[in-house]
């Protein structure tokens, strides 16, 4: 093996567990605003710790999905360079707290969220809406399809898990612009969970629908969870698709300045996130997926999902972090 190729193998392996460090540290600081009921301040605290922790990670780092104008939040903005330098070049996804308002309010499945892989490979999408659809692994390709009726999909699904329809649970976005599907999805006899925020976490839960028992993720929510979505199943097997909603000149236009040439394209998994995909998410309050963040007198401790596209690896990493100074300003 040369030199270089011996440093990536070795630099692949501190990714894995870097990555966890730049969530764990955005999480814990929003975590401290927990329940406070101010969404902006939360955001600004993830996305400073998450910058800053960024900013140690020795790659040459840009930021394709990042923070947007929809939150009316401070941002790790699109085309933003972290990292160190050098020459391994990445492109960089994230929600330094996915689930503002579940934060704010502290309910379940608040996250802070990273995806890392080669230039390239990750979807640069403006922060606009996406219309998705995702299911887990384990079954044919093209199984789905979001072109297809709600009804259609719900039921090739049946037939493909070989349950009755009624025992299939749709997960879908609690908003007014989802209440057709809502009707269609039960019009078919299956059961819909009904999420506030957190589609990242809600899109996961595909993946494990005997632990979750949500078997199929529906709706319109924000392009940049879609991608981390995309990226997270990249990982751990599923099947997804989405569609940017450029429904005026103005964000077909900043589409276009993004290389989007077809504004009706519709996208698969791979082609939101390709390539050696990093992915972790570190609990912010507890969830179905994670548990939050504990604060003790001597320690904090977090939980981290990271996994790893090109092998496969679902790492559950639970850590204690005795030296509380690691997490203050500097």
């Known amino acids: 093996m040369s ?34 009921g101010d969404e902006k301040a939360a955001d600004q605290a993830a996305v400073d710790a998450m910058r800053k922790e ?6 040459d780092g840009t930021v394709v999905i990042g923070e947007g104008e929809r939150d009316e939040a401070p941002m790790l903005y699109i085309g933003e360079n972290v990292g160190t330098g050098g020459k391994t070049k990445v492109d960089i996804a994230l929600d330094p707290l996915e689930g503002t308002t579940l934060c704010a309010k502290n309910q379940p499945n ?13 979807l640069n999408a403006p922060d606009v809406y996406m219309d998705k659809i995702a299911i887990g692994p384990g079954y044919p390709d093209g199984l789905i399809d979001l072109d297809a009726s709600p009804a259609d999909n719900i039921l090739a699904l049946a037939k493909a898990k070989g349950v009755p329809v009624n025992e299939i649970n749709a997960l879908i976005m609690d908003r007014p612009r989802h209440a057709a599907l809502i009707e ?25 629908p005997d632990q979750t028992g ?34 005026t000149e103005e964000k077909r236009e900043r589409a276009r300045r993004m290389g989007i040439a077809d504004p009706n394209k519709k996208y698969d998994m791979s082609e939101m996130a390709s390539g050696d995909v990093y ?46 100074r690691k997490f203050e300003s500097e």
């Open 184 to 208: 269609a999805v039960r019009a078919t006899g299956a059961a819909v969970q009904l999420i506030t925020d957190g589609d990242v976490a809600g899109i996961i839960h595909t993946t494990n």
């Open 54 to 59: 960024l900013n140690r990670l020795p790659i």
């Open 279 to 324: 992915f972790a998410a570190t609990g912010v309050t507890d969830g179905s997926l994670l548990t939050g963040v504990r604060f003790g007198r001597d320690a904090v401790t977090t939980e981290t999902l990271v996994m790893r596209s090109a092998t496969r690896t679902v790492r559950w990493v639970k850590a204690t972090h005795p030296l509380l």
């Open 214 to 247: 949500v078997d199929i993720y529906l709706g319109i929510g924000g392009a940049p969870e879609g991608v981390l979505a995309a990226a997270a199943l990249r990982c751990i097997g599923g099947q997804m698709q989405g569609r940017l909603i450029l429904d």
């Open 110 to 122: 608040s996250l802070a969220v990273l995806a890392i892989t080669e230039r390239g490979g990750l």
């Open 3 to 36: 030199k270089e190729a011996a440093w990536n193998a070795v630099l692949e392996r501190i990714l894995t567990l870097e990555v966890v460090r730049v969530t764990e540290r955005a999480a814990v600081a929003a975590a401290r605003l927990r329940g406070r």
